[in-house]
């Protein structure tokens, strides 16, 4: 296991269509963690797994917006009826339930929404 | 409202310069707090991770501070190179929500 892979890294959508993104974390990995970042800002928390549970989820997660876990392993998240305010970068994060809870991010999504 | 600031948004020094990046965060009741680096159009790569029992961590060039009480960090880069040119994020993780808050990153250039 190399680190957290995401998949696709670049959609490009038209504003209305709908798109998946894949995340698959560290295996040992509990914890799982969705963020978004626009251009010159931080990430902005968006959900939060531990295991197959979603624990935590943003306002900023409209009802467009739907993450799953469903083994406690890899992630999707959905965005349905894509708006041209959606295009950013999504990236994933796993980190360990106890001890030392580093986080390790993947390459992230980039999406263009037209 | 736990807010995490950096200082400055934007540095350039010349190559073999040490440097020192600055992050500060108002809520003190931290789990740990990690440093990042991004390149452009990338994804973000752990650098050092201090947990809040800790003081300081070392990563060959790199040394990261954390005083607590004044709610304080600070990344450390010696010997600078432009290979080191990137965005340095910092980012607090609280026992309240076990979400990561983060700053919005120092733009650091190295010239050769």
């Known amino acids: 296991d190399t680190g957290v892979s995401q998949d696709p890294r670049h959609k490009i959508t038209k504003r209305g269509q709908n798109v998946t993104f894949r995340c698959d974390p560290i295996?040992?990995?509990?914890?799982l963690y969705w963020y978004r970042q626009t251009l010159g800002q931080g990430p902005e928390f968006l959900t939060y797994?531990?295991?197959?549970?979603?624990?935590?989820k943003s306002r900023l997660l409209s009802d467009r917006f739907s993450a799953e876990r469903p083994k406690g392993s890899f992630s999707t998240l959905e965005i349905q009826r894509t708006e041209q305010g959606d295009s950013a970068m999504y990236l994933c994060?796993?980190?360990?339930?106890?001890?030392?809870?580093?986080?390790?991010f993947g390459q992230g999504t980039r999406l263009t929404v037209v | 409202k736990q807010e995490v600031t950096q200082i400055p948004a934007a540095l350039s020094v010349p190559e073999g310069e040490n440097l020192v990046l600055n992050c500060s965060f108002t809520d003190s009741a931290i789990y740990n707090l990690q440093w990042f680096r991004q390149d452009p159009g990338k994804g973000l790569t752990s650098l050092l991770l201090i947990q809040s029992s800790q003081r300081e961590q070392t990563s060959g060039r790199l040394n990261a501070s954390l005083d607590k009480s004044s709610g304080r960090s600070t990344l450390y880069i010696a010997a600078s190179q432009p290979g080191d040119s990137a965005t340095y994020l910092c980012?607090?993780?609280?026992?309240?929500?076990?979400?990561?808050?983060w700053g919005a990153g120092t733009k650091l250039i190295i010239k050769p």
């Open positions: 980012a607090v993780l609280y026992h309240s929500n076990y979400q990561l808050i």
């Open positions: 797994f531990q295991n197959e549970a979603q624990l935590e």
């Open positions: 295996s040992e990995h509990n914890r």
């Open positions: 994060a796993s980190s360990p339930n106890f001890g030392n809870t580093e986080a390790f």
